[in-house]
């Protein structure tokens, strides 16, 4: 009795089976066309140094793609012309006031939530970056009170002295509101020093808005 109770159950499970629909499963992948559009933005910069820096604002505009990976892992490529600023002082030493027009290419990796109709949503993201320094003009002032020169200023050129060249990454957060409106937030890590005289990097807080067309 046991046996045919098994064996009637055995023949219902694979009767089951075979009534279920075969599903085709798609993979959202590279086959999507890229999407272009436009990036403005703004920035709270700073360095790596524990004291006496000063945070400055600076904007930055440009243009921007992005193109599905696979699933919900999406790549954003962006070219930007930025301005970059931080202040510095030592007390009773000198201060600088660095104003840096650059050019940036971003290569974000995207991790995106939310409804894939809509394209709505949170999203996670990496960016490394390259810049590049194209000019701007700085500031220095004497704060010794024993020097002669006691609060001269003098202008130079942003990269007489610094380096053009950096490399590092930003990490942040965005919200998808739209197949084309992206809002998002990050970080910047440089890795490269900006002075070539000092062990100092690019640190800042970034805020961009995406439109594509």
């Given at each position: 009795m046991k046996k045919t109770i098994v064996v009637i159950l055995l023949l219902v499970g694979a009767a089951a089976l075979n009534a279920q629909p075969i599903q085709k499963s798609e993979v959202k992948s590279s086959k999507e066309p890229w999407k272009f559009g436009l990036q403005i933005g703004g920035s709270l910069d700073n360095i790596s140094i524990k004291s006496g820096g000063v945070s400055k604002f600076g904007y930055k505009a440009g243009l921007a793609a992005e193109k599905r990976l696979v699933y919900n892992l999406y790549f954003q490529p962006t070219l930007c012309f930025a301005s970059k600023s931080f202040g510095y002082e030592i007390a009773n030493g000198y201060s600088l006031d660095v104003n840096a027009l650059v050019a940036e290419l971003d290569a974000g990796?995207?991790?995106k939530f939310g409804d894939d109709r809509l394209q709505r949503g949170f999203f996670l993201s990496v960016t490394p970056?390259?810049?590049?320094?194209?000019?701007g003009k700085s500031k220095t002032k004497d704060l010794n009170t024993h020097s002669e020169s006691y609060l001269e200023e003098k202008e130079y050129?942003?990269?007489?002295?610094?380096?053009?060249?950096?490399?590092?990454?930003?990490?942040?957060?965005?919200?998808?509101f739209n197949k084309h409106v992206e809002l998002a937030a990050n970080y910047t890590l440089g890795m490269n020093r900006f002075s070539n005289t000092a062990n100092y990097r690019w640190r800042g807080w970034n805020l961009h808005l995406v439109v594509f067309f």
């Open positions: 990796l995207l991790l970056y390259y810049t590049y320094g194209l000019g050129s942003t990269f007489e002295t610094a380096n053009r060249y950096d490399l590092g990454f930003r990490i942040g957060c965005g919200y998808d």
